[in-house]
């Protein structure tokens, strides 16, 4: 099942986006059932279809607390001339980081190194705390596309990474949540202008997703919504003013934003 969060005139709501009957799920001829509510529980869906290509896609969910997780592929870990950490290294973005499919990465006036990282996002669905690895497909909601968008050089200036990570916009999340995935499998490819700069496979993460949850709702509790982001795999680079990135993750789909110069 896809799960949306949209825009339609004054109106915001979640949604289950149908493919048209018969059809192969196609975004050009599917629908969108909006649901009362929040799809955190049993789903309240309004007897309504509206064409997907009329409603404005939104980031899919609204997180408390995005949880980065560092170098968790070996060869993005070299790229770093880092070494691979022994346990999850992670860290926080704000919600305020947050936007959705095709809005703008805003370049701070504060950096001159603004890099992309194409990474699986996990959505959470249940308050939970202490979850063992293998209980974790029981509190999650489903997957996206995030792009944990990067200060390179104030990650390197301040030694923390709240700034270098934290930026208004440095989170795109999208374009809708799969509930119906296997990570192991996943296959994450970063273009930008078209070009293909990191290709990634979930089945390669140094700490999996079930190891993740576990680690992180050791320390915290997790909220409905909340989001892990499992990292990136090698290939991280710059981005300028005009340029396209997108990442895509087949079987979920593909979050496109446009680059440009704000504060
Ligand atoms: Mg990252």
Redesign the pocket.
């Known amino acids: 099942m896809l799960i949306t969060r949209f825009a339609l005139e004054s109106t915001v709501a979640f949604g289950v986006i149908e493919p048209a009957e018969g059809e192969e799920f196609d975004p050009a001829s599917a629908s969108v059932r909006p649901m009362r509510g929040h799809p955190y529980g049993e789903l309240d869906l309004v007897d309504l279809a509206l064409p997907l290509s009329t409603v404005r896609l939104l980031a899919p969910v609204l997180p408390a607390k995005v949880i ?1 997780i ?1 170098k968790n592929y070996a060869d993005h870990a070299a790229e770093m001339n880092a070494d691979v950490p022994e346990e999850p290294l992670a860290f926080l973005k704000p919600s305020t980081s947050v936007i959705g499919p095709r809005d703008e990465i805003k370049i701070p006036e504060q950096s001159q190194r603004v890099d992309y ?1 194409g ?1 699986l996002a996990v959505v959470i669905g249940k308050m939970c705390r202490h979850v063992a690895a293998e209980d974790a497909a029981a509190v999650i909601l489903g997957y996206t596309c995030g792009n ?1 968008v990067t200060a390179r050089d104030l990650q390197k200036r301040d030694g923390q990474w709240a700034r270098a990570k934290g930026f208004d916009t440095f989170c795109p999340l999208g374009p809708w949540i799969q509930t119906d995935f296997d990570p192991t499998s996943a296959r994450i490819e970063t273009t930008v202008n078209g070009e293909l700069r990191q290709q990634g496979s979930g089945a390669d993460l140094i700490f999996g997703v079930g190891q993740l949850v576990e680690w992180v709702s050791s320390v915290m509790t997790l909220l409905p919504g909340d989001v892990i ?1 499992t ?2 795999p090698a290939g991280i680079g710059q981005l300028n003013d005009g340029d396209h990135v997108k990442v895509e993750i087949p079987g979920i789909g593909a979050l496109t934003n446009e680059v440009s110069l704000g504060d």
């Open positions: 980065g560092g990282e990474e944990d982001l990292g990136t």
